[in-house]
């Protein structure tokens, strides 16, 4: 099963713009967008194949930080993961109609 996983990390110092685009040509090759010019904190979102959710997990933390380390990013903490699985079910948001 295909699941998006979205990360972030969090540091000390502000991340620029040409870290941001080098973090995202790592990630490009997991059909991931990056994010974080400007901000304390850097992220991406991963898509992975795998058993289930906590895989998922292991296997997007495992390719987020290659790409930290291919793209010299700082090594700071992962503060935060969401993952989603492709076939999970979203309910309408309030005030949709069908």
């Known amino acids: 099963m295909r699941y998006s996983v979205s990360l972030r990390a969090e540091g000390d110092r502000v991340i620029e713009l040409a870290e941001v685009v080098e973090f995202a ?3 490009a090759i997991h ?3 990056a ?3 400007n901000t304390m904190s850097y992220g ?6 795998a058993a289930d959710s906590d895989s ?3 296997t997007a933390v495992e390719l987020f930080n290659t790409a930290v380390q291919r793209a010299s990013m ?3 903490p992962i503060t935060e993961v969401e993952v989603l699985a492709e076939d999970d079910d979203y309910e309408e948001y309030p005030g ?3």
């Not at 991406?44 to 194949?49: D, G, N, P, R």
């Open 56 to 58: 998922a997990v292991k």
């Open 96 to 98: 949709e109609s069908e």
């Open 35 to 37: 994010s974080g010019v």
């Open 74 to 76: 700082p090594v700071w």
């Open 44 to 49: 991406a979102q991963l898509v992975v194949e």
């Open 25 to 27: 040509d790592a990630v």
């Open 31 to 33: 059909a991931g967008i």
